[in-house]
């Protein structure tokens, strides 16, 4: 959704109570340092920008205006576990509600190593990094299903719509998502022993985009450690993941 406009207003402040109650399940968990990511790229002045500050929940930290897959403090700093509110599908699915991956105008496929991920993989693999496991997810049905099948079912998951298509959806009223999303943080966080493993890809690890256009490939050209493999084929490949994607995604 564009910054600025009337329909992106009405959502942030949907997006804002969701996260919301994120931050209400993990304190209700005892989660005693909770720190949330604006990972919405609005564009222009609203870049990472969404939340509505003047709705946000005590209790919590909250980062605003950092490159999306970049904030890495608090993993460096020791962090049990990472959950995703409001994500959704890879490009491509059927029946993914704005199904996209990174961006719906440059890129097409992903893959780490050869495993094809939405951006809920690229965030769990550069947690994985730290040891952290993805816990939770809440978004669609598509998004939920597509986050057990790459880190298994011990993900807890919210569903608060049901895709028909990529812009229709059966959703449930504002209040039961946010009810639903509360109650499985909290049991999500609760439950310690049943957490997934961390999703480490074994290394070398190789992070291949094909992208929308032979053009986007400019993009990339020059930059250290990416190498052109084709028309719209970019890669980058490190020990870890997050070697990976630090020579293959980053904002001047």
């Keep these: ?13 949907l997006y804002t109570d969701e996260m919301n109650a994120a931050v209400r399940g993990a304190r209700a968990a005892g989660a005693s340092d909770v720190i949330v990511v604006d990972c919405h790229g609005a564009g222009g002045a609203y870049n990472f ?14 980062v605003f205006g950092y490159p999306w897959a970049r904030y890495i403090d608090a993993f460096e700093q020791g962090c049990d576990a990472i959950l995703f509110v409001g994500a959704h599908a890879m490009a491509g699915t059927p029946d993914g509600v704005l199904c996209h991956t990174v961006s719906s105008e440059a890129w097409y496929n992903a893959r780490i190593n050869d495993i094809l991920v939405g951006e809920s993989g690229i965030l769990a693999a550069v947690a994985g990094c730290w040891n952290v496991p993805a816990v939770f997810v809440s978004g669609d049905t598509a998004t ?35 009810a639903l999303i509360e109650m499985k943080v909290a049991q ?7 957490w997934p493993q961390p999703f480490k890809p074994e290394g070398p ?48």
């Design 188 to 194: 999500a966080l609760s439950l310690k022993e049943n």
């Design 144 to 178: 939920c299903r597509e986050v057990q099948t790459l880190l298994g079912e011990a993900v807890v998951t919210a569903e608060v719509k049901k895709g028909l298509g990529r812009f229709s959806s059966v959703n449930m009223a504002p209040k039961d998502a946010c």
């Design 49 to 62: 920008k969404s939340f509505l500050p003047e709705r946000l929940e005590s209790g919590a930290q909250y």
């Design 205 to 252: 690890v190789t992070f291949r985009v094909e992208l929308a256009t032979p053009d986007r490939v400019n993009d990339f050209v020059g930059r250290e450690g990416v190498r052109v493999e084709g028309p719209r084929t970019v890669s980058a490949t490190g020990d870890t993941f997050w070697q990976a994607w630090d020579q293959f995604w980053y904002r001047n």
């Design 1 to 13: 959704m564009t910054g600025g406009t009337r329909l992106y207003e009405e959502c942030r402040k």
